[in-house]
């Protein structure tokens, strides 16, 4: 059975950081490409950042690019978002999800997802 559990969600000021991961158990995980996707409330699920199986490949939603940044460590079976800068529109719910092959940008293309972490930022 495939998990993908996230953490490292809370409350921060704007202008902190927070950094998320998302552990994996039951994929082989060098199979997959990896996403961070965020959604707030009355919002559709958006895509933040991607990585390839191996980390050479990233890409970033322009709203974050300079802030956030994607890394995995597969001996670990995880894959972390920093997030330094924050903004109140960041805030939402964070949701990790596995890819078998490249990344992409849509959420509904993912093999397996997480059950989200909530990050809130303050003014």
């Known amino acids: 059975q495939v998990q993908l559990v996230e953490s490292g969600g809370g409350l921060v000021q704007a202008g902190g950081s927070l950094r998320l991961s998302c552990a994996g158990s039951g994929l082989t995980f060098i199979s997959y490409a990896m996403g961070w996707f965020r959604q707030a409330p009355g919002k559709e699920r958006e895509f933040v950042a991607g990585?390839?199986?191996?980390?050479?490949?990233?890409r970033y939603a322009d709203s974050v690019k300079g802030r956030f940044t994607i890394s995995r460590d597969n001996a670990k079976v995880t894959v972390y978002l920093q997030m330094n800068s924050l903004k109140p529109e960041d805030t939402a719910v964070y949701y990790c999800?596995?890819?078998?092959?490249?990344?992409?940008?849509?959420?509904?293309?993912?093999?397996?997802g997480g059950q989200g972490t909530q990050v809130t930022v303050s003014s």
């Open positions: 999800a596995a890819r078998r092959g490249l990344w992409s940008r849509g959420s509904n293309s993912y093999d397996y």
């Open positions: 990585i390839s199986w191996n980390g050479g490949s990233t």
